[in-house]
């Protein structure tokens, strides 16, 4: 036959530019808020949408340490005065109380104060209260310090600013040395930055991260070393490994691919041929998932690119099965009928990814679903006039000697039990444990985790993982829900099931809660009474608290604070965390701290209205568990479906056993695998079993094909190890990453793989003729 490669150079060309315009209209997402779950009850919705865009995700924990204490003390307060600086950052800790040092928020707290002060003494102005106030003052007159407490002294006899300002003390107990704050071993300098810039704003949050090396550099550490940690370092450092790891294992899955496939079929033709399917499913398969999620993830698109060795299964069985010279009908009307039922069961197979319900898994069984069903359509309906006109085939065709004798190993299939068995007392030594940390799921090595941990433990910062959220209509609404909270909290303090709380209102009290203070003030005839009578005795001339009844009278006019008013003032990022507005509302947080009975906290505020009680823990296992469930069932159902169809279209009990046993036999041994390297059993397991399950599918409805001669058993023997050391080798490059989630599907993959093409030519393939010649 004459060859005529032009249409097949023509269908490459049009592949290719189609992939290339697909590629450069959808980008790649890979910050982690896409990989996220929305969550299924009102806890854990509101829980990750926080991850993904709350203010918690914008902050930076910093450490300086390999350098002498007083050291690391200088290169901290250098860093703290040059981002105090920076407009990229909204809040810049490291000992220091900047408030108390702002003028401009100072004076808005003593002009508030007598409104926000907690403590009532601060407002009682009888003349015996007064009269202790006084005296109290006149001490601090007569101290060293005369000059600084002067004016506040008389201003402020009764500490109310001081009470104030001691209540909007960030909640840190670190160490505290020079004014900066230390870890207990006093060998780390910290910090707690917090970023303008939402976390997941990767643009904006690495040039904050380039400001702090700045000021680091800047600040001549020497030895010094500077660590960095928190939600916004985690999304910046993720996307740029991630954007590695598909670089890395674009080229290499192509270098590995052609490289197999130039080996098997020696043409180039062959590669041109096999590209059209690949580059048609691969652009589909992204312009899918951006119709269903809306973006396309970094890990679906390494998860696909990975796919380069299964997706070109199809073209490669087609090719694979022709022999030179024979028409495009021949080939297919052999081998169609187990490669559409092969397509079939596989997609069956990923039902559990798609509808998991976690996005980032959906994505990936997505992507894997709508590759698959491409790569098998271009292959079943374009490919056999491509290749007949190139006239494709391959190098190596007929029966072989080394294929015959292994064939004669099928005669020992019966011991392909003695594998299952170890695999089931593999079971009864080290029993498989179900994973149910989220965290399996998460791009962040776990080394990063524990510097995140390390570092908020030297802070002493509350434990997060407790929450009691408060939903309102109104910021008004929230401030007095937590007010109202107040006296049930107390009590639990009071028998010990927390230490206390820090929440909104203790830094900006609701407006009804400045109301009832500020009706509370006496009238300037009253108090000027008061102050004659408690300063009598007292060394204080007349007048000298003048400016302190015309500060209470000026309260007694002002209109509440709001967090509008706050909102142009050093106080607005103390306040947002705890109080902020959604979509749906207004929320507040109330971080308990040291919570010892988390039973009595939740039991205590389970009735209130609006309010939600959390641990943090518990909800992500609950998730965790949910979507397990989720996955389980769908697949169960899968495979179900996968069973109906294979029994419609073998219509052979012997054959359906045959291959059933195959697919079975490698899943338990993967599993036992699994448990021997003590590997809690995921959701990416599970997702990766799936995925196994459709390769093992292929491989045996392959094997367990009815095989016409001895030349028709070598060319599936051939294809289907090509198409089995493709598969391997890409998914094994998966293991190089630094994302662990893709680690974790490379390995599980590629190992599965691997044990379905050795079970499936054992127990699916049919035994070797007796009476059989073979050629060399």
């Given at each position: 036959?004459?060859?005529?490669?032009?249409?097949?150079?023509?269908?490459?060309?049009?592949?290719?530019?189609?992939?290339?315009?697909?590629?450069?209209?959808?980008?790649?997402?890979?910050?982690?808020?896409?990989?996220?779950?929305?969550?299924?009850?009102?806890?854990?919705r509101f829980l990750f949408r926080e991850v993904r865009g709350g203010v918690a995700a914008s902050i930076i924990t910093v450490g300086i340490d390999r350098a002498p204490p007083a050291e690391l003390g200088r290169i901290s307060r250098a860093m703290q005065g040059a981002l105090s600086q920076d407009t990229r950052f909204s809040v810049v800790l490291n000992g220091s109380f900047p408030m108390a040092d702002n003028a401009s928020l100072r004076d808005v707290l003593f002009t508030y104060r007598y409104l926000l002060a907690p403590d009532p003494a601060t407002r009682d102005f009888s003349s015996t209260a007064l009269a202790g106030a006084f005296a109290r003052a006149l001490d601090g007159l007569q101290s060293a310090a005369e000059p600084l407490f002067l004016e506040l002294a008389l201003r402020d006899p009764t500490g109310a600013l001081f009470d104030v300002l001691r209540h909007l003390q960030p909640d840190v107990h670190a160490r505290v040395q020079d004014g900066v704050w230390f870890a207990q071993d006093g060998n780390r300098a910290l910090m707690l930055l917090r970023t303008k810039a939402a976390g997941m704003n990767l643009a904006a949050q690495q040039a904050a991260q380039d400001a702090i090396r700045t000021a680091f550099a800047t600040a001549r550490p020497g030895g010094a070393r500077l660590l960095l940690s928190g939600p916004a370092i985690f999304a910046v450092q993720s996307a740029h490994d991630m954007r590695a790891d598909i670089e890395k294992i674009s080229i290499l899955s192509l270098c590995l691919v052609i490289g197999v496939l130039y080996w098997r079929f020696r043409s180039l033709w062959v590669l041109a041929a096999i590209g059209v399917p690949f580059l048609l499913s691969l652009a589909v398969a992204m312009v899918v998932v951006r119709v269903c999620f809306g973006s396309v993830h970094g890990i679906a698109f390494g998860f696909g690119m990975t796919m380069l060795g299964v997706s070109l299964d199809y073209p490669v069985l087609l090719i694979g099965h022709r022999d030179a010279g024979e028409g495009p009908q021949a080939t297919l009307r052999r081998i169609a009928p187990s490669l559409r039922l092969a397509v079939a069961t596989a997609v069956l197979g990923l039902t559990g990814m798609i509808l998991c319900g976690l996005p980032g898994i959906a994505q990936l069984g997505t992507f894997a679903a709508a590759g698959l069903v491409t790569a098998a359509v271009v292959t079943l309906f374009i490919m056999p006039r491509l290749i007949v006109a190139a006239d494709l085939a391959p190098f190596i065709s007929g029966p072989s000697a080394p294929l015959a004798r292994a064939e004669r190993l099928r005669r020992w299939r019966g011991l392909c039990v003695l594998p299952v068995l170890g695999a089931c007392a593999i079971f009864l030594i080290r029993p498989l444990v179900m994973e149910t940390d989220l965290t399996a799921l998460s791009p962040i090595p776990p080394s990063a985790r524990a510097l995140d941990q390390e570092l908020r433990r030297g802070l002493g910062v509350p434990d997060s993982s407790h929450l009691i959220v408060v939903r309102g209509d109104s910021p008004?609404?929230?401030?007095?829900?937590?007010?109202?909270?107040?006296p049930v909290l107390a009590s639990l303090a009071a028998h010990g099931a927390l230490a206390g709380v820090e929440d909104a209102a203790h830094i900006l009290p609701s407006a009804a809660m400045q109301d009832q203070r500020r009706a509370l003030l006496p009238d300037d005839a009253t108090l000027a009474a008061a102050i004659s009578s408690a300063q009598a005795g007292l060394p204080f001339r007349p007048g000298s608290f003048d400016r302190f009844r015309a500060d209470v009278a000026a309260a007694r006019a002002l209109q509440p604070l709001t967090p509008a008013g706050l909102a142009t003032t050093a106080l607005a990022p103390a306040l947002e965390p705890l109080l902020f507005q959604r979509d749906d509302?207004?929320?507040?947080?109330?971080?308990?701290?040291?919570?010892?009975?988390?039973?009595?906290?939740?039991?205590?505020?389970?009735?209130?209205?609006?309010?939600?009680?959390?641990?943090?823990?518990?909800?992500?296992?609950?998730?965790?568990?949910?979507?397990?469930?989720?996955?389980?069932?769908?697949?169960?159902?899968?495979?179900a479906a996968a069973l109906l169809l294979l029994l419609w279209g073998l219509r052979d009990v012997g054959r359906l056993w045959r291959v059933l046993s195959a697919v079975g036999a490698a899943m338990v041994v993967l599993l036992a695998i699994l448990a021997v390297r003590g590997v809690p059993l995921s959701l990416i397991h599970l997702v990766s079993m799936q995925f196994v399950l459709g390769v093992g599918l292929d491989y045996a409805l392959f094997f367990a094909r009815p095989q016409l001669d001895d030349a028709e058993r070598a060319r599936t023997m051939r294809t289907l190890l090509t198409c089995n050391v493709m598969t391997v080798l890409t998914f094994a490059l998966l293991c190089l990453c630094h994302t662990p989630l893709l680690r974790e599907i490379g390995w599980t993959v590629s190992c599965g793989a691997l044990l379905c093409l050795i079970f499936g030519f054992m127990l699916a393939g049919q035994a070797a003729p007796n009476s059989a010649t073979h050629s060399l």
């Open positions: 036959m004459r060859r005529n490669p032009k249409r097949l150079a023509f269908a490459l060309l049009v592949s290719a530019l189609l992939a290339a315009v697909v590629f450069a209209c959808i980008p790649l997402r890979v910050d982690m808020a896409g990989f996220l779950p929305q969550g299924h009850d009102a806890g854990s008004q609404a929230v401030l007095r829900q937590e007010e109202d909270l107040a509302g207004w929320w507040g947080i109330v971080l308990p701290e040291a919570v010892a009975d988390y039973a009595a906290i939740r039991g205590a505020l389970a009735p209130v209205p609006g309010v939600m009680v959390l641990d943090l823990n518990q909800e992500i296992s609950a998730l965790t568990a949910y979507h397990t469930r989720l996955t389980l069932r769908w697949t169960a159902t899968g495979m």
